[in-house]
T-cell receptor, first 115, second 110 residues
Framework: NAGVMQNPRHLVRRRGQEARLRCSPMKGHSHVYWYRQLPEEGLKFMVY????????ESGMPKERFSAEFPKEGPSILRIQQVVRGDSAAYFC?????????????FGPGTRLTVL | DAKTTQPNSMESNEEEPVHLPCNHS???????IHWYRQLPSQGPEYVIHGLTSNVNNRMASLAIAEDRKSSTLILHRATLRDAAVYYCILPMDSNYQLIWGAGTKLIIKP
C-alpha cells in the first residue's frame, strides 16, 4: 500500500516562473492538506481540500498561490510568478476522514528553490 | 502561533529512555495532544496522540499530566534512528489544522 506520493522531490525555478507541485494521497484517502516549511521551522498549514472542493484555504497567500484536488488525478499546488521567498519545503498530507483526532499521513515533500 | 512549548534540543545516549516534555497550558477540554516526528530531509511521521489517559503504542508512550497542561513523550529505548525533530501539536479549533511549533531536536549519542 503506497504512501503519500509527491513529485517532483526537488524543483528549481527562476523568479517569475510557475511551480506546480503534485500530491497523490494514500489509497482510500479523500482529504488532502498542504503545508509549507521554512528551514529550522515547523510546518505552516496552507490549505485543506477534499475531492473537487477547497474546504479551508486560510493559510494560503491570497495571490499567486492556488490549489486543487480534482475528481481524478493528484492534488496540485500551483505557485505563479515565483519569488525567492517561496523557496521552502512543501509537504502534503492525507487522511481517510477529516483529520479530527486521527493521524495525517505525510509525503516526502517537494523542495522548491527559486533562483 | 504555536499553542505548545518544547525545549529546542535534547541529547540522549543510545539504548536509554528519552523523555520529551511539552507544555500546553492553554489546552481546551476537547483538544487531543498529537506528537509527530520528522527525520532529516523527510516528511513528518505520526508518533502518537492522546486526550486524557496515558497512551502506548509500538513507537512510544505518551504521559499526560492530570491537569492536561503538559505531556511527555517517552521513547523507551532510543536508537540512532530516533534522531529527529519531535513536534508536540494541538489542533486549531477547526480540528484539522495542526499548529506546529519549532519542535525538539533529539540528538542520540552512540
Amino acid at each position: 500500500n503506497a504512501g503519500v506520493m509527491q513529485n517532483p522531490r526537488h524543483l528549481v525555478r527562476r523568479r517569475g516562473q510557475e511551480a506546480r507541485l503534485r500530491c497523490s494521497p494514500m489509497k482510500g484517502h479523500s482529504h488532502v492538506y498542504w503545508y509549507r516549511q521554512l528551514p529550522e521551522e515547523g510546518l505552516k498549514f496552507m490549505v485543506y481540500l477534499q475531492k473537487e472542493n477547497i474546504i479551508d484555504e486560510s493559510g494560503m497567500p491570497k495571490e499567486r498561490f492556488s490549489a486543487e484536488f480534482p475528481k481524478e488525478g493528484p492534488s496540485i499546488l500551483r505557485i505563479q510568478q515565483v519569488v525567492r521567498g517561496d523557496s521552502a519545503a512543501y509537504f502534503c498530507a492525507s487522511s481517510p476522514i477529516r483529520q479530527g483526532n486521527n493521524e495525517q499521513f505525510f509525503g516526502p515533500g517537494t523542495r522548491l528553490t527559486v533562483l | 502561533d504555536a499553542k505548545t512549548t518544547q525545549p529546542n534540543s535534547m541529547e540522549s545516549n543510545e539504548e536509554e529512555p528519552v523523555h520529551l516534555p511539552c507544555n500546553h497550558s492553554t489546552i481546551s477540554g476537547t483538544d487531543y495532544i498529537h506528537w509527530y516526528r520528522q527525520l532529516p530531509s523527510q516528511g513528518p511521521e505520526y508518533v502518537i496522540h492522546g486526550l486524557t489517559s496515558n497512551v502506548n503504542n509500538r513507537m512510544a508512550s505518551l504521559a499526560i499530566a492530570e491537569d492536561r497542561k503538559s505531556s511527555t513523550l517517552i521513547l523507551h529505548r532510543a536508537t540512532l534512528r530516533d534522531a529527529a525533530v519531535y513536534y508536540c501539536i494541538l489542533p486549531m479549533d477547526s480540528n484539522y489544522q495542526l499548529i506546529w511549533g519549532a519542535g525538539t531536536k533529539l540528538i542520540i549519542k552512540p
